[in-house]
């Protein structure tokens, strides 16, 4: 057995949109149980991870050290992906840093961090391509790493790196959520030539699972995953086929871009706990701005015959990804993709992102 092999996994982020495909996807044949983090275990996304079986609540905020002291005593795995956005940038990057160090404290085994591209490093120290919630994630991400090398004969760990969901391309209040005008579905997003590493939630429970199944291998990975580079054109012209309906994307500058529909939010902290006061903390523009920029440039690289041989069944392509959500869509009684991005429709399901469905609150 490996120095590594874990049984029982505390999670904290499990009730977010990737925590709930993770631990589907560690609790499906009960190998593993698992103990996840809740601020609220009433609310209806704790509801369903606990629907799942093998898996119990621990009720508390990851900015409690007596909280992340229970909630990983007694188990010797974990899976940690905080929510920058409740957080900020400054104060993610600590309680993440705290979180690896309990850890380590309390007996964990084997630590995978549910991270994000540094993307002002990989971007060469560029600001014009500073995102906060991804570069607070990225620091910590090489900050692991880095003391894995001298830890890892207590506890060995690993990186998991994701980008923006698929899902977000087809839902309500994202950064790249879709209009319908005049019968045409339509992206207006300052992405250039460039294309997104779009994530699909369904294969993070795939992968993080991978890494708890091969702990030896995965030790001192940064696991980087995505469905494919996806240009808008080259989504709009998925979107058409699998739906039959038109659509379009229509590059667009930023300064138009921030005269949309985010333009409330604009000036807003990016982590609602962050202090606007406080001159680290980005506001929801500047974040979205390097965020656009990243993708605009193709800073970001995935190595995608890795991911072919951790999940020879992935889904490795946009137009597989539209055509598996519509056809879920319709048998789970929610309706074609064309008919679930209709105006009158968008908001009859619940949001996919937490922070929507918490309405940007919620206690540290």
Known sequence: MSAYSTSRI???????????????????????AVRALS?????????????????????????????LREGFRGCDGAYVNLDGFNTGEKTEVYWAMRCYEIAIEEGVRFFVYGNLDYALKKAGYDSAFRTGHYDGKGR?????????????????????????????????????????????VTWRVPLGAGAVPHVALEDCGHYVRWLFDHPERANGMNLEVAIEHVGYQQLAEAFARVTGHPARYIDTDLDTYWRGPLQMA????????ADPNDKSTMSFRDNFTGFWNVWKHNIIRRDYALLDEIHPNRISSVEAWLTRADQLGREQGRGSLWERVQPENCFKSPPLLKMIEDGRSGAL
């Open 10 to 32: 505390f999670v904290i982020g499990g009730t977010g949109a990737q925590g709930l495909s993770v631990i589907s996807g560690l609790v499906a044949d009960k190998k593993y």
């Open 39 to 67: 601020r609220d275990p009433q609310s209806r996304r704790a509801k369903a991870l606990l629907a799942l079986g093998n898996v119990s609540i621990v009720k508390g905020t990851f900015a409690d050290e007596a909280v």
């Open 140 to 184: 910590v991400g090489e900050w692991i790493l880095f003391q894995n090398a001298f830890n890892q004969a207590r506890m060995g760990a690993a990186v998991f790196t994701t980008g923006p969901y698929m899902e977000m391309a087809v839902s309500p209040m994202t950064p790249m959520t879709p209009s319908v005008e005049a019968g045409v």
């Open 266 to 273: 604009a000036g807003l902290p990016a982590g609602y706990n």
